[in-house]
């Protein structure tokens, strides 16, 4: 398993999120008159948490519609029961995993909004991998670390994040637009803002094809970028705007 680099000293400071100076050219994303995006967001995500606590529900991301866990009910006690066990008894064997299996599990987990000491564990084996993930693993692993709050944000120590920053950050021009949407609005709802070149990366990534992002992925973004305070190329910005 590799071991996580250390961060560049503008990448720990974005991750201490310590202002950084602002490229010549880029501006905030709050200038897109999308000041009131991160409330909105905010509000959104607290009426889902409280609707998630009254019916069991939980956050699909930006591409989907909100999946319930099951209902009150036999079903209900029965998923609980077998994800008891099975987190049983992968916390036995989670050295044998392999790692899109532990993802996998996570996002189960994050489905049936189900806490089991055995995830921390997991997010922990994931981020000895992140070399090995493909983009929708990505996708996934950072979705269920934000559907699993609050529980996750300690989880992944801020090492994990510095590790996964590092080894997305080249892979980001070819990840789909769906992917790409859920990083960032998943990223938002952690508040877990990025260093500035993998946010160079990013942009550049999806400027190329922003014509591709559907209404809800567009949505999805700026809910995410107005979160972390990320400043937006005006390439991008015209592009939104349009």
């Known amino acids: 398993m590799g071991q996580l680099a250390p961060p560049a000293s503008a990448e720990g400071l974005a991750m201490r999120g310590e202002a ?23 509000a959104e995500d607290a009426e889902a948490d409280v609707e998630a606590d009254e019916v069991g529900g939980a956050h699909n991301g930006p591409y989907g ?17 077998l994800a008891s066990r099975l987190g049983d008894l992968v916390q036995a064997r989670i050295l044998d995993m392999d790692p899109e299996g532990v993802v996998t599990l996570l996002y189960v987990y994050g489905r049936l909004s189900y ?31 934000a559907t699993l709050l609050p529980h996750s ?13 590092l080894c997305t ?23 877990k803002r990025p260093p500035l070149p993998w946010q160079r990366a990013f942009f ?7 014509h591709l992002f559907t209404s809800q992925g567009v949505a999805s973004y700026v809910q995410g970028v107005a979160k972390l305070g990320m ?12």
């Open 65 to 81: 519609e909100r999946h319930r866990v099951i209902q009150e009910g036999p079903e209900k006690h029965l998923a609980r029961r």
């Open 231 to 242: 400043r937006l190329p005006e390439q991008l910005l015209e592009g939104l705007r349009g």
């Open 169 to 191: 950050e080249d892979r980001l021009g070819s990840y789909s637009t769906q992917a790409l949407a859920n990083i960032v609005w998943a990223l938002g709802r952690l508040h």
């Open 115 to 145: 806490r089991h000491d055995v995830l921390a564990d997991l997010v922990f084996v994931a981020g000895q991998n992140m070399e090995l993930y493909h983009s929708q693993a990505i996708s996934n692993l950072v979705w269920a670390m």
């Open 20 to 42: 950084l100076e602002s490229p010549d050219g880029w501006e905030s994303v709050l200038d897109l008159d999308f000041t009131a995006a991160a409330e909105v967001a905010e």
């Open 204 to 210: 550049h990534a999806t400027a190329q094809r922003l």
């Open 153 to 165: 944000a300690t989880w992944a120590a801020r090492g994990w994040w510095e590790g996964l920053f």
